[in-house]
């Protein structure tokens, strides 16, 4: 008995994402967009880059947003920092007094209070009709995502947009590409379908009075894009992950179990908070935020539920559940249900960690 819940558990565990995949890429990945995108709109655009101890990497994020094709007179560059003790802000000082034509203005935070705090900050500062939320440990690579990006946004219909990750410098790189290719499609699928309620650091950009409307970035959970986003979607507007914004983003050579724990917590403290949104979202995005929530908070304990009674029943003597196990752990040979595995575990560990550390 015990074996036949443990292989349902699985069933439902497996079977679930890979229903989702395959329905959202059927059914919309390869479909046009349902929305005009006028060629050559040209907003007027404030990015926002929070830091805390980017010494390394600060001068090269800001040639890289230097090296974008957009207007000068229609940009804007708030770099916030947040007391750094490696002397980030002085070397953006730096790098100002080199690059005296682009508008850059540059906020030193006497205290660290967390990047959604710091971008609240900055947004009191901002001029821009659309905010670009930049993270320092990442790089745009081509010399267009932030023109494309603001394309989306001449339609009305669109309230936030996001990139598409192409993972670099990875310590692990195959295991990032395969996590990407997965998560890429859906991505751009929920995006056609409505919104999609996962957006990234890397470039996450925003209609400045939308901003306004659902209030401040979050200063209690990790993913203040992501949040942010699915509150904008959630009040009928467009939150998108177009296939031709694209950004990269830097994955840690050390620590890189740590890091991806680190990411499923945000991921786990937005679908929770998600949960406790009051708006009645638009019902196409209701169903992707559900099974997003569902896919993130849920179904990595079935397969912790799963494994548990089919290794309970192997123990007292099934046969089945031994041949099943024995699959399933063979079956790690194969790297696209590794990641998998992997990224199930991290979920399962960021719950639990967040019991005590939200950071
Ligand atoms: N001003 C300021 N103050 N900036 C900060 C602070 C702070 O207290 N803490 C971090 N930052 C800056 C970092 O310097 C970096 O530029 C950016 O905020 C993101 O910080 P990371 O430490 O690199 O965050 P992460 O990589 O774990 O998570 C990022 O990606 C998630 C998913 O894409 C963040 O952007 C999350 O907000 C995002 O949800
Ligand atoms: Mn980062």
Redesign the pocket.
């Known amino acids: 008995m015990l074996e036949y819940i443990g292989l349902g558990l699985a069933l439902i565990h497996f079977g679930t994402p890979l229903s989702y995949y395959v329905y959202m890429k059927k059914k919309y990945f390869g479909k046009p967009w349902d929305m005009k995108r006028e060629e050559g709109f040209k907003p007027k655009i404030t990015v926002i880059?929070?830091?805390?101890n980017?010494a390394k990497l600060i001068e090269k994020k800001l040639d890289d947003i230097y090296a974008q094709e957009y207007p000068r007179d229609r940009l804007e560059v708030i770099l916030?920092?947040?007391a750094s003790s490696d002397g980030t802000l002085e070397i953006a000082e730096k790098w100002k007094e080199e690059h005296g034509e682009i508008n850059l203005k540059i906020i030193g935070?006497d205290s660290?209070?967390?990047?959604a705090h710091?971008l609240n900050e900055a947004l009191k500062h901002s001029t821009g009709e659309i905010v670009v939320i930049t993270?320092?440990?990442s790089f745009w690579g081509t010399r267009d995502s932030l023109g494309r990006a603001a394309e989306w946004f001449s339609d009305p219909s669109v309230g936030a947009v996001s990139c598409l990750k192409d993972p670099e410098g990875s310590e692990a790189p195959s295991i990032e590409l395969g996590y990407r290719g997965y998560y890429n499609v859906l991505r751009v699928a929920e995006s056609k379908a409505y919104s999609t309620p996962i957006f990234?650091?890397e470039l996450a950009s925003f209609r400045k009075d939308l901003l306004e409307e659902v209030g401040e970035f979050p200063v209690d959970i990790?993913?203040?894009?992501?949040h942010t986003a699915t509150k904008i979607a959630a009040m009928g507007y467009r939150a998108i992950i177009p296939e031709d914004v694209l950004c990269k983003e830097l994955v840690p050579k050390r620590g890189y179990n740590s890091w991806r724990i680190?990411?499923a917590q945000?991921l786990v403290q937005h679908f929770m908070k998600a949960m406790k949104l009051k708006v009645k979202a638009p019902k196409n995005f209701d169903r992707i935020l559900k099974v997003e929530e569902y896919l993130h908070l849920m179904n990595p304990w079935i397969l912790l539920g799963g494994a548990v009674l089919l290794s309970a029943s192997a123990i007292m003597g099934s046969l089945i559940s031994l041949i099943f196990l024995a699959l399933g752990i063979a079956l790690l040979m194969y790297k696209p249900y590794r990641t998998w595995i992997s990224m199930q575990l991290y979920l399962v560990i960021a719950a639990i960690k967040n019991l005590w550390s939200r950071e």
């Open positions: 880059v929070p830091t805390y980017e916030i920092d947040s935070e660290r209070r967390g990047k710091s993270d320092a440990d990234h650091g990790g993913s203040d894009d992501s680190r990411r945000h």
